[in-house]
Each structure stands twice: as structure tokens, then as C-alpha cells.
């Protein structure tokens, strides 16, 4: 099917850097399949551009006119559906096929060849998903106790206060100041629902309260402590309790788990400890946390190679039966791959003291 659309004739020599601005300046259709003759290339726009942000319609290598254009078979719902035309390829390839959306923030990694055309990218993630505004590439990876990491502003206002929903809970956050990720919302809902009444939960490491909030909201009557270094993380963690109207259940604990696990001592009949960096450091505290009676561990570590699930089994099984307990292994999986060959591997472990 074709369509007449107002359109920008850019001669074929300047077609690649006009596109390049009618992109940036968000005025692109990806409706409409791009037509070239002989001399020109014809991009179909939503507006006219004015000469301030299109010199080339004072230079005369493009034009503003009513063109033709062949309609593309549905609204593009994916990255590489949204660029097709606009890269060759081998570039192609290498569009990321996903990406991660924090309330109205996209996080694009993106390979270094298709850095030049970052901006590209990021105004068609933003057609396809029109609630974002600020789109962040990454610009290294997560690091220090408090798991952030470096970011470039690639398109938008670079607002990252933001609020995003998941499970039905809501969750405000900065996501330059805390460590956040929609990835593991499957996880969340599952630990949560193994909860049972009256359990006694200790989130080791809460960030905002994504796991603590799933857990509350899931089970009324249970009492979950999280435990958060990070000062922004901890007023998000605390807004967001209010926000959820979880006051009852959840308890925020300001510092670090190994200074404040005195707080339960003995008391949690469940555990998350969702540190993958450094968690098997924090396997005393949690035997220290447990309730004597056993516990159930959430267990989220790194490991580097081919057998990820039984490399990080057997060092963690190690440690908790050096630390005098037992540790069964009820589930495991091999959850993503962080880096190449680096995975995140959650168990989910049962633990109890071996009598003497
Ligand atoms: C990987 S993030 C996970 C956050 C949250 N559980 C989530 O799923 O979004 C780990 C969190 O633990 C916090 N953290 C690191 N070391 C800690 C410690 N010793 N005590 C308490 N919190 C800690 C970090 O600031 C960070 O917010």
C-alpha cells in the first residue's frame, strides 16, 4: 500500500548525515519504507524541518515536498525492525535485541561500532516505546558496594528519577544512584511466593526494596528486614515502602548487614541475598541470621566458566559447612550472562546447624 507523506529529498552524496539529523531531531516516519531515485533519497518526516536545524534546506542538497512512499507492513516493534534501511548489515547484526526499561529510562549496551550511531538508536528505541524519555548507554560496569555504574546520556532530557512498576508495586529510584534491574523480576516473583505466613525474612542486601516489597505485598503476614548500604538506595528503599503500604511488615536497616545483623539475630527463616560480587563473603552473617531450626537461603553468585551452577554450589556447600552448617541444594539456575562468559547463578539452598 502506498501513502503521500510530506517528505525531505536529500541529494544521494548528503543523504547519510540529513538522516542522520532528521533522526536526532525525532521527526523521522517509520511507517513509510524510504524511496531514492537517481539523485535524491526522500525521507518521509512528520514536519517540515526549519533551516536552523536542517542547513542543507539553504544549501539546496535538500528539499521539503510531497512524495510517495510505500507503507511498511506495521509499526516497527523491535530495535532492528525500527533501523531497517538505516544501517547496513553487518551493523545490523549488531543491534542489541534487548534492552532494559527503568519507569520512563531505557539502558542500551551497545557495541563500540555502533557508537557512531548511538543517537540513531536511541530516537528508535524511543518511537517504539514512547514513554521513554531519557535513554542511557552503558559506560562501564557495576562496581564498589554499591553495585552503580557510569552512564551517557544518548537521548532525552537525562532525567533519571524515575519511577518504575513491576508486580504491581512501585519503586522510585535514581538509576545513576542505585543499582536496579527489571531483569530479575521473574526472580522476585518467584522467591516471593514461596513465602509462607508468619515467615521472618532477612534481605541482606535490599537495594530499593524490590525483593522485600514483592515478599510483603505477596504475603501480608510475614516481617522482612532489609539491610542497604547505600544512603540514595536507603531513601529509595524507605520511600518505597510508604509508597507500597508496607510499613507493617517491612523494616529498613540503614549500613552494612554484617554491623546490624545483631537487629534478627537468630531469628530469619528465609534469606536473599542478591550480592552476586561478593555474597559468599556474607555466608557467616547469614548462618549468624538464620534461625536455628534451618533456613532458606536465596543464593545469587558470579561464576566464569562452562559449568557455572555447580562451580558456585560447590564453593558456597563449602563455605556454609566450613561455618559449621548443612547446606541443601533445593533449586539452581544458570540465570544470565553479565559479561562474555561471566554468569549470574541464583540456588536456592536449605541450611541448618550440625549438631556437635
Ligand atoms: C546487586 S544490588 C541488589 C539490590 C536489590 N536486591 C535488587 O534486586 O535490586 C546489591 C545491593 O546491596 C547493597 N550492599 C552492598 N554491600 C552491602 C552490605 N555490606 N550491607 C548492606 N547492603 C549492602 C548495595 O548498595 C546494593 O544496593
Redesign the pocket.
Known sequence: MSETSLAVAAKKYKAEVIRRKLASLGILKTSMKVYSDEGYVYFPVIRAPNPDELPELVTGDALVQETVFDRLASKPKTLKEALAGFLDEKLMELVPSSFDIIGNVAVLELDERLRPFASDIASALKLIHKHVDTVLLKAGPSTG???TRPYEVIAGSGNTLTEHREHGCRYRLDVRE????PR?SGERLRVASQVRPYECVA??????G??SITIAKMQPACKVYA????PA?FRFLEENIRLNRVSDRVTAIF????ENYRIIEKKADRL?M????SAEK?LDVATRLAAPSGAIIHFYGFAKDENAVETVKANVGSIINSLGFSAEFLWAKELKEVAPRKFVVALDIAISAVSK
Open positions: 558496594d554499591y553495585r542505585v543499582f536496579f534491574t530479575l534481605d541482606m542486601f535490599a537495594g530499593v524490590p525483593f539491610f542497604e548500604i547505600n538506595a549500613g552494612d548487614v554484617r536473599v542478591n550480592l552476586p560480587f556474607y
